[in-house]
């Protein structure tokens, strides 16, 4: 029997159906265990400051996920334009805590206001 599934298929099934041991292997796996994907260290783990977004995060988990992402090759600008585009999916509040969050991961002093756009 021959079968036209793509590669990741058996993988997407197990996770789709909340396979014990593919979860338990997944969660305790480490940044470089996780690098089978495509996606690239910077790509990688700029999906993981959007997610920290998405979920509302504390600002150690912003520091770490930034510190991650520079160190893969991300630029601050980078980072901003991650928030900037799930900003419409996660809405206002989402976004202005994200940016409190991540404006001293990045470096920015938030007591000093400059020229608003």
């Known amino acids: 029997m021959t079968t036209n599934e793509p ?17 338990d292997a ?11 994907t495509e996606l690239g260290e910077k790509t990688f783990a700029l999906a ?3 997610a920290l977004i998405a979920t509302g995060s504390t600002a150690a988990s912003y520091q770490w996920a930034v510190a991650v992402a520079l160190s893969a090759g991300a630029t ?8 900037l585009s799930v900003a419409p999916v996660v809405g206002v509040a989402r976004v202005a805590s994200a940016a409190l969050a991540l404006a001293p991961a990045l470096g920015v002093e938030l007591d000093v206001l400059g020229p608003c756009e």
């Open 26 to 36: 997944l969660m305790a796996s480490s940044l470089h265990e996780i690098h089978s």
């Open 7 to 23: 590669p990741y298929a058996d993988l997407m099934r197990r996770l789709a159906l909340n396979e014990g041991r593919t979860l």
């Open 48 to 50: 993981r400051v959007a």
């Open 76 to 83: 601050p600008r980078d980072v901003l334009d991650v928030l």
